[in-house]
C-alpha cells in the first residue's frame, strides 16, 4: 500500500470532503457540530464558522456547526492479509500512522495477532503487506 488507508468518517463542508474527527451535541448550545481534521495546507483561520480549535502538527482540528456540512458518511476499508480479511484502520501513533486491523477469524492468532475467540483478534498490520479488498460507503444520519 503507498498510503495507509482505513475506514474513516467524512463530511462535505463548503464542496470539499473534510476526514470528521466526530460529531456530537455542543455542551454549552446543545446544537449538533463536527469536529473535523485540518488538513495540511489548511489553517483554523480558514474557517470563520468555527467554534473551537485546537491540536498541533498532523492532528490539528476545528469544530463546526453541523448545520453547515451538506453529508456526513464513513468509509469501511477491508484488506487481506496472508490470506486473513482484516477491518483496517489507520492509528497515529508516537511513531506516526500504522494500520491497525481487527477480525473473528481464529487464523489471525497464528499469525501472531493477539485475541481470542470471544473478543476477536486485533493488532498492527505491516501496511505494505495489506492488499485492500472491499470498500463499502453509507450515509451518516445527520442531526
Given at each position: 500500500?503507498?498510503?495507509?488507508?482505513?475506514?474513516?468518517?467524512?463530511?462535505?463542508?463548503?464542496?470539499?470532503?473534510?476526514?470528521?474527527?466526530?460529531?456530537?451535541?455542543?455542551?454549552?448550545?446543545?446544537?449538533?457540530?463536527?469536529?473535523?481534521?485540518?488538513?495540511?495546507?489548511?489553517?483554523?483561520?480558514?474557517?470563520?464558522?468555527?467554534?473551537?480549535?485546537?491540536?498541533?502538527?498532523?492532528?490539528?482540528?476545528?469544530?463546526?456547526?453541523?448545520?453547515?456540512?451538506?453529508?456526513?458518511?464513513?468509509?469501511?476499508?477491508?484488506?487481506?492479509?496472508?490470506?486473513?480479511?482484516?477491518?483496517?484502520?489507520?492509528?497515529?501513533?508516537?511513531y506516526g500512522p500504522v494500520l491497525f486491523g481487527t477480525t473473528g477469524d481464529p487464523a489471525a492468532g497464528g499469525l501472531g495477532i493477539p485475541g481470542d475467540q470471544y473478543e476477536g483478534w486485533a493488532g498492527v498490520l505491516p501496511a505494505d503487506e495489506v492488499v485492500v479488498t472491499r470498500v463499502?460507503?453509507?450515509?451518516?444520519?445527520?442531526?
Amino acid at each position: 500500500m503507498d498510503t495507509l488507508k482505513g475506514s474513516e468518517m467524512y463530511c462535505l463542508y463548503q464542496g470539499r470532503q473534510y476526514v470528521m474527527r466526530n460529531a456530537y451535541r455542543d455542551r454549552d448550545s446543545g446544537e449538533p457540530v463536527v469536529n473535523i481534521r485540518l488538513p495540511e495546507e489548511l489553517s483554523a483561520e480558514d474557517f470563520p464558522e468555527a467554534l473551537r480549535s485546537g491540536g498541533e502538527g498532523d492532528d490539528r482540528w476545528v469544530v463546526i456547526p453541523e448545520r453547515l456540512v451538506s453529508r456526513e458518511w464513513i468509509k469501511k476499508v477491508h484488506g487481506e492479509w496472508r490470506g486473513v480479511v482484516f477491518f483496517l484502520t489507520v492509528l497515529n501513533d508516537t511513531y506516526g500512522p500504522v494500520l491497525f486491523g481487527t477480525t473473528g477469524d481464529p487464523a489471525a492468532g497464528g499469525l501472531g495477532i493477539p485475541g481470542d475467540q470471544y473478543e476477536g483478534w486485533a493488532g498492527v498490520l505491516p501496511a505494505d503487506e495489506v492488499v485492500v479488498t472491499r470498500v463499502v460507503e453509507r450515509e451518516l444520519p445527520m442531526g
